[in-house]
């Protein structure tokens, strides 16, 4: 029996995400994160934009996306969102480690790196899908699981 993955979202052809008058756009001055809005589906697309690195997150890229994911779940066009990492290579390598190596036992605890995040994506109310084509490493398998706690999980492991 064989199955069919759907295709990832194509990004091109989407609308800018629509962020009210006086509210700066979380991804003001980024190239490391894409949204898009697919008006026909009623669906936002995010794409981490960081292959250079495997789309590690940064402490930036996470604070950001939690900020992101407050602006997309004001906007009553979107009904759902996809989570995924540049197409090729990989979803996430996790958490930037070069920015663990300056870090000092407690400004590791006051950043909370994941935990922010993972708390953006327990208070989005709209259904929130990972997309993972690649590698999903260390803290980017935990962002795929968060994102999508409830979702029938299809994990294909392929050996070098």
Not at 67 to 83: F, H, M, S, T
């Amino acid at each position: 029996m064989s199955s069919s993955v759907p295709a990832l979202p194509d990004f091109e052809g989407l609308q800018p995400l629509p962020v009210p008058a006086g509210e700066e756009h979380a991804l003001a001055g980024t190239d490391d994160i894409r949204v898009g809005i697919d008006s026909a589906q009623a669906i936002a697309i995010i794409q981490l934009t960081r292959p250079a690195k495997r789309n590690a997150l940064s402490h930036d890229m996470m604070t950001r996306l939690a900020a992101l994911l407050g602006q997309i779940d004001r906007v009553d066009a979107v009904r759902a969102v996809v989570l995924m990492g540049t197409r090729k290579g990989a979803f996430s390598a996790g958490a930037d480690i070069s920015q663990l190596t300056n870090l000092t036992t407690n400004s590791a605890h006051e950043r909370k790196f994941l935990s922010n995040l993972n708390g953006g994506f327990e208070e989005f109310s709209k259904p929130l899908i990972a997309a993972v084509e690649g590698l999903a490493l260390g803290g980017g398998f935990e962002v795929a699981l968060a994102v999508s706690p409830t979702a029938t999980l299809t994990i294909h492991i392929y050996e070098a």
